[in-house]
Structures are given as C-alpha cells and as structure tokens.
C-alpha cells in the first residue's frame, strides 16, 4: 500500500467551510497510484490577494485564480524514489 504525505498549508484569514485535513488526506489516497512505494503532495488554500499575485508572478495573469500547480524540482543532488528505483534495473531495462 502506498504511503501519501500531505503538507496541508491554510494561508487564508477564513477557514469556515474548508474541509477538515484527513478529507484531503482521503480524496489523496484515492487518486494515488496504490503501487506506488511514497508520495508527497502540497495543498496550499489562500486568499484571493495571494491568489492574484501569485498568478501574477508564475503566469503574467493580473487576475486571481482558483488552481495553480507546479511542477516538483529536486533540488541539486536530491535522488527521487524513481531515480533510485532504476539503479536496480538491468540495462536497457
């Protein structure tokens, strides 16, 4: 079974109505792939002012929006589970 880190980050004045940790804890365990050893996800809920500038900073968009992701970068000789899983397949493998 596989394991889902989550780093649930509320960065907004109002948490009425958000959905308590171990629901997000939930819906991620049933998206992630089950053969999969570890994964590690971010959720970061904010408000519209860090929305917009974010938006503004990563996209060019002078505008709020509902989802931004990014895309994991390994800092500079971080191994990932899959780089690791590699050293033991046969070459060519």
Known sequence: ?????????LACEDNTGLPEES????????????????SEVTIRLVDTAESHELNLTYRGKDKPTNVLSFPFEAPPGYRTAAARRSDHLPPGG
């Open 1 to 9: 079974m596989s394991q889902v880190i989550l780093d649930l980050q």
């Open 23 to 38: 629901q997000f804890q939930k819906w991620l365990d049933a998206v992630v792939p089950q053969f999969q050893e570890e």
